[in-house]
């Protein structure tokens, strides 16, 4: 008979390649237990709600009005945009709010998860791609908001919005590699995790989510050398019928996501049976 | 003999014992665990072997019973042999699919219903989808919940969880199977359902057991593993010599008094007949006379009273009582003194250790005036090596036709 063969030992003795191949192989083997999962957390969190996916939308709206009574009552003065104000606020948040889920994403999935993780032996990468759809649930609803906005306002996009779904997909694969790769040390230490969302808040400000580049000043430094700037403001421009102001930065994106989400499949998959130990 | 299915070679683990030293250890195996480095061996400072040097095989049809002492290491070789933490020396080499009721129901939602929960624990323990749809049925009717599998889990009791868990497991069909202590909860005739559906899996699987439960393991095992401190302290086939080893870490010579009215004082429980003794505990032969001997002194009244006496297992469990003494009985009270001794003739005890328990009454009532637990310990030695509680004396005889 042959038998699938098992072997456990010591972390140490994998090669880079040997391990990625599992790690992708471990993507493909738990495809439906991921699907699976999602549809319980989904199911659940909806279940126990009146207002349901609204609660999907709700934060992002109220930020959103939040600037734009803001800037409508003149409290605060903006840089000019493109596109009318409020659209230009809803599509910065919701793709800020994009950059933080990401980011969180594989630490938060695995840290719901760790009772499963100390007791059954089950593909971890399930949890990246459980993390990935519930993402895309709750991506799907805003998105609709923001095509509401679209038409409200009249913005007619270009042929360039087919840029939009590959160029977001890199975004989102770049910022869920980070978070990977950030996530055995904000598992260990909770310090990164408080970390985290100050300093996505503080970097809101030195980005064009809410407001746009200035046309002089020292914030208008700040923001160019921010990349994070390039990401919105292309992502944007994508949305609301503009062109790509950054093609060459795009391109090294690429370059860049790929190594470093190859780097955070290693990392995941070697760091994992040494975090089960100490979360056990 | 089946073929070998687990093989576990020389497979030690280390823990820290201080939890910020241990976050410290942790991040730099990740580290160099990603860089490949080779990782030094020895223990770092705080560090001790929670499992230290273990190996054993088991082959197709065998069980291993997993035995020791809480914080004896069994629960991380578990892991280990479950694939969820990596051993830090030596390797585990698994053939088949692996099954492992360690957790039953992991993964439940408990605002779901039972239904969507089967899908979701199905899932987690590594069934596909087409899977789970043709045993749902028999999952359904397994757990004995057809009534209420549109209910949330959340409302069930949690006998009936661990059902739908168990059915669930009960499912699979491993070549491997890891079982911890999962089947002690649940009433009485679901544990028998469960070990019904072991004993179906036995024949075709390697299993290793876990449990606290003798009883349990020498029904399954047939083989053993004793931990202490990590460390192997005995492995074998002979499954009442790991099982005595056990308890034999549990002698307890002390007795608890937890009734005492006043009216007598206990002065003396001896077992006479004894020739040799185990770490203070009279040892006697299967088949000898058990004969105990009592001194009493009596306080207050010099009323006869009715002793009750029982003979209790070494898991506390009682496996007899001694007929109570009578009237007629040739008993009498001297200057306040009560000597007396009880005979059983041949004792048929199986081998092992055992405790007395005493309770005195007053004739005619039930009111307990005394009562001792542990008042005696001893051990009943024989050749065989059998479980059951009782090595019964029989002879065959042939009948001609």
Redesign the interface.
Known sequence: MN??????????S???LDVLKASLKGFQNSF??AN??A???I??QY??SFLGVFWAIFPLLVNSLVWIFLQSSGTIQVTATKVPYPAFVLIGTTLWGIIGECINLTTQSVNA?K????????DKEALITLGLIKFFFNFLIKIGLIILFLIFFKIVPSIEILFFIPLLFLSIVFFVAIGTLLM??SL??NDISRLIPIALQFLMYATPVVYAIPHQGVMRGIMLLNPLTYIITDLRNLLTGYSIENPVFWFSGVFITAILSTIAL??YR??M??????M? | MGEVLIKVDGVSKKFAKDLKKSLIYGLSDVFSGIIGKKQDKSLRGDEFWAVKDISFEVRRGECLGLIGHNGAGKSTLLKILNGLISPDEGSVTMYGKIGALIELGAGFNPILTGRENIYNNAAIIGFNKQEIETKFEDIVAFAELEDFIDMPVQNYSSGMKVRLGFAIAAQMEPDVLIIDEVLAVGDLGFILKCFKQIDKLLPHTAVVFVSHSMPMISRVANQILLLARGETEYLGNEVGKGIDIYYNRFVDNESTVFLDDGILELKKVQLLNVKEYYKEVPVIKWGDDLIIFFKIIFKQSEELPLFRIIINDKEQKPVGIFQTNTLNSDLTIEDNQLNFYLLHEKIQLSKGFYSIDLSVFKFNSNNPIYRINNVLSFQVVHDEDVWPPFLLNASYFNVKS
């Open positions: 038998l699938e063969k098992h072997i456990y030992t010591s972390s140490n994998y090669s880079f439906y237990l699976q999962l549809k319980r957390d199911k659940a279940r126990q998860n009772s499963i993780i100390t007791k059954i032996n089950f055995p040390i260990l230490y290693v990392v070697v760091s049976p040494i975090l089960t130990e100490r056990s």
